[in-house]
Antibody, heavy 120, light 108 residues
């Protein structure tokens, strides 16, 4: 059974940092791209970042470039998102999602999400 | 960036009725379009990928069609558990992956 479990969310002040983790099981982690997708309260889905199965390729939404860093540890079956210089507009539930391919693909499995609240 | 526009924003139907949801892309995405279902408090679930392929475990009442810029998700006969928000998403031209704004399917 495929499982994705996010952790690391919480309340942080504007300008602060947070590191999200996503522990996965039930599939060969290194064979698939992984992504972070967020959803602000009451709003739609917004793609944040993706990383290839090997970890050699990364991509970011423009509003996150330079502030967020996606990474993965294939030996630990874990995906990460380091978020710096956080703003109120980054408040959202952050989901990790498994890609259907090694480089790209749709998102066929999702975690339950972790809430990040940026507020003073 | 490819913009996906979903219509209608809200669709009010009764169980047993047929639902037709639309997603229009600002430029061609070939067949690289997916549909997701999201219920309150839950993560999205992949329903359809590559425009017309059902994901694992998705009931046959869900079907997708279209290519290029116009796509449709059809639910042939609504079950009570189908009332949710539906999103389309493209992976043809990325980054960024983009989602539509969603269609809320509500009980009439």
């Amino acid at each position: 059974e495929v499982q994705l479990v996010e952790s690391g969310g919480g309340l942080v002040q504007p300008g602060g940092s947070l590191r999200l983790s996503c522990a996965v099981s039930g599939f060969t982690f290194s064979h698939f791209a992984m992504s972070w997708v967020r959803q602000a309260p009451g709003k739609g889905l917004e793609w944040v970042s993706s990383i290839s199965g090997s970890g050699g390729g990364t991509s970011y939404a423009d509003s996150m470039k330079g502030r967020f860093t996606i990474s993965r540890d294939n030996s630990k079956n874990t995906l990460y998102l380091q978020m710096n210089s956080l703003r109120a507009g980054d408040t959202a539930v952050y989901y990790c999602a498994k890609g259907t391919g090694a480089i790209t693909g749709f998102f066929d499995y999702w975690g339950q999400g972790t809430l990040v609240t940026v507020s003073s | 960036e490819i913009v996906l526009t979903q219509s209608p924003a809200t669709l009010s139907l009764s169980p047993g009725e047929r639902a037709t949801l639309s997603c229009r892309a600002s430029q061609s995405v070939s067949s690289y379009l997916a549909w997701y279902q999201q219920k309150p408090g839950q993560a999205p679930r992949l329903l359809i990928y590559d425009a017309s392929n059902r994901a694992t475990g998705i009931p046959a009442r869900f079907s997708g069609s279209g290519s290029g810029t116009d796509f449709t998700l059809t639910i042939s006969s609504l079950e009570p558990e189908d009332f949710a928000v539906y999103y389309c998403q493209q992976r043809f031209n990325w980054p960024p992956y983009t989602f539509g704004q969603g269609t809320k399917l509500e009980i009439k």
